[in-house]
């Protein structure tokens, strides 16, 4: 799914979201909060930031596909995070295995 949000945000999302850096008022997607990544299907498919400049790419984009790219911007976003921790930090973003519990995979 994440590479074919890669893929996906080339094709569609580069243009404007420059490979996720911030670019006058188009935001660096990998910094958008929790909110608009919640609202990301009707941002994309929905156009309820066309008054900001954010079209509708409903007819060019399936939900699927709005489902990968969000779910590639935010490991973009860890993958910057990670980048972001000095060299010595042992911060990580993945989930660890709790004592007892298998249900969570690091």
Request: hydrophobic share 35%.
């Amino acid at each position: 799914t994440v590479a074919r949000g890669t893929e996906l945000f080339a094709r569609n999302c580069s243009i404007c979201h420059k490979h996720n850096a911030a670019s006058g008022s188009v935001p660096d997607l990998r910094r958008i909060s929790a909110q608009t990544y919640q609202q990301f299907e009707d941002i994309v498919l929905g156009g309820i930031r066309s008054d900001k400049g954010m079209g509708s790419f409903k007819g060019l984009l399936s939900p699927a596909d709005v489902d990968a790219i969000r779910a590639a911007m935010i490991s973009e976003a860890w993958a910057a995070y990670d980048g972001e921790q000095p060299a010595t930090s042992s911060a990580s973003h993945k989930p660890q295995e709790a004592a007892g519990d298998s249900t969570v995979k690091p």
